[in-house]
């Protein structure tokens, strides 16, 4: 069984940065692949940028150059650092993992991230 617990979310000004950490409770934290994804109110939840067991590394257009997703492996912890945040950064931030070869995906459940003056 995978759990995930995500933190650092919080109130931030627009241009400031943030970093989320997301620990991962699994034995086999290097086999996964880790994402993070974002949800706004009243809005599908958006995929953000997942980083993979050999530590390729994708990110969405909308924070492609601000984000940049990382991963401790002896710490079983994956890190989303944000930098030069926007409003529409706004969002609860989710983790997820995603084991090699494997179907089911697991979230953890979220932290808020709020970008506002």
């Known amino acids: 069984q995978v759990r995930l617990v995500e933190s650092g979310g919080g109130l931030v000004q627009p241009g400031g940065s943030l970093r989320l950490s997301c620990a991962a409770s699994?034995?086999?934290?290097?086999?996964?692949?880790m994402g993070w994804y974002r949800q706004a109110p009243g809005k599908q939840r958006e995929w953000v940028a997942d980083?993979?067991?050999?530590?390729?590394?994708n990110y969405a257009d909308s924070v492609k150059g601000r984000f940049t997703i990382s991963k401790d492996n002896a710490k079983n912890t994956v890190y989303l650092q944000m930098n030069s945040l926007k409003s529409e950064d706004t969002a609860v931030y989710f983790c997820?993992?995603?084991?090699?070869?494997?179907?089911?995906?697991?979230w953890g459940q979220g932290t808020q991230v709020t970008v506002s003056s």
């Open positions: 699994v034995i086999d934290f290097r086999l996964y692949t």
């Open positions: 997820n993992a995603k084991r090699n070869f494997f179907k089911n995906v697991y």
């Open positions: 980083i993979t067991s050999g530590d390729s590394t």
